[in-house]
């Protein structure tokens, strides 16, 4: 088996509002890849990552990672989290509220371990200044990215990330994108995320999975799964009416209605005789047009 696979599949019944649901998943990660995990609110997303993280049981299946079985049903295997080299950030943070920034993150290290590293990830969520506050005193997105920094402490092997930068504003979310895409080239670890944010999906994830009712529906790379072939699928495109026009640091910033809301969009600076305010246009979402963003 290759170093490191995560390697899923499992069967559980979901206890959901509307009755029992079934949740069928097979899932492979590559050692050191980026996976999305998207789809509806309550297809199973959380409960995956749980699964994963052995916070949740499933009824049937197996989950490994490389050549050691965290679950294994069959025979009744199931190592415990704290045995899974794992960092994870949940919806709820789950910061320990009697602790300090720096305590909730030194609580997470291993004894003996060097604690320069706290201090480094204190730097890079830029939440030094703050280190001496308890949670109570920070705002949603400062506890999400302590939330953030704790998973990051102990150099995990799997990092699961149930929408992470989601309280962020726009600013701070990229730069923890871009934290986590360096850091995760330095450490090699592999990373699940949950998140609706299409931007993020095409600037992180080599692989999505697209889960609906306890299924995935969709997988590949967010090119496949975003921009199939077919030219008539309108799910590969972004339809909108440009409202206004601004050019900002030699590029064009368009606000845009965009199914019945107003977003904004980044776009390489000679679109700008294209980009007149009246227009409809038809943007097509690729990693092969970079420039091209979608920013709020
Ligand atoms: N341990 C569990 N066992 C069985 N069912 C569960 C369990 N945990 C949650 N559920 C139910 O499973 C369904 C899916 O929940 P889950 O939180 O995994 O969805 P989700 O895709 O993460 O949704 P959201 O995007 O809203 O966070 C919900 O109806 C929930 O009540």
Redesign the pocket.
């Known amino acids: 088996m290759s170093d490191k696979l995560l390697d899923i599949s499992i069967r ?6 509307h009755g029992i ?1 079934p ?1 069928e998943v097979s899932l492979r990660a590559e050692k050191g890849s980026i996976v999305a995990i998207t ?10 990552l ?1 699964q994963i993280a052995g916070l ?1 049981i499933p009824d049937f299946g197996h989950i490994k990672f490389g050549n050691v079985i965290w679950q294994n049903t069959d025979n009744k295997i199931f190592q415990s989290p704290q045995l899974r080299n794992i960092g994870f950030v949940f ?1 709820d943070y789950a910061l320990f509220p009697h602790l300090s920034v720096r305590e909730n993150l030194l609580f997470a290290l291993k004894k003996g371990d060097n604690e320069d590293i706290v201090d480094e990830l204190l730097t890079s969520v830029e939440l030094t200044q703050l280190a001496d506050r308890k949670p109570h005193q920070l705002s949603g997105g400062q506890q999400q990215r302590v939330a953030l920094a704790r998973a990051l402490v102990r150099k995990p092997d799997l990092l699961l990330l ?2 992470p930068l989601s309280s962020l504003d726009h600013r701070m979310r990229l730069h923890l994108q871009e934290y986590l895409l360096k850091l995760q080239k330095y450490l090699g670890f592999t990373m699940l995320i ?1 998140t ?1 944010d299409l931007g993020e999906i095409f600037r992180m994830a080599n692989q999505v999975f697209v ?1 609906e009712n ?1 299924k995935i529906s969709k997988q590949g790379s967010p090119s496949e799964v975003y921009l199939p072939e077919n030219e008539n699928n309108d799910q590969l495109a972004i339809y909108g009416e440009v409202l206004s026009c601004t050019i900002m640091d030699d590029h064009l910033i368009i606000s845009a209605l965009i199914q019945q809301s107003v977003r904004k969009i980044k776009l390489p600076l000679h679109w700008h005789s294209e980009m007149l305010p009246g227009r409809s246009f038809v943007l097509r979402y690729s990693m092969d047009i970079p420039q091209i963003e979608l920013i709020s």
Do not use: N
């Not at 559980?12 to 509002?17: E, F, N, V």
């Not at 789809?39 to 995956?48: E, M, V």
């Open positions: 559980h019944t979901l206890q959901t509002a649901l949740m789809g509806p609110s309550g297809a199973g997303k959380t409960t995956l749980r949740v919806q149930d929408e949950v609706h889960l306890g």
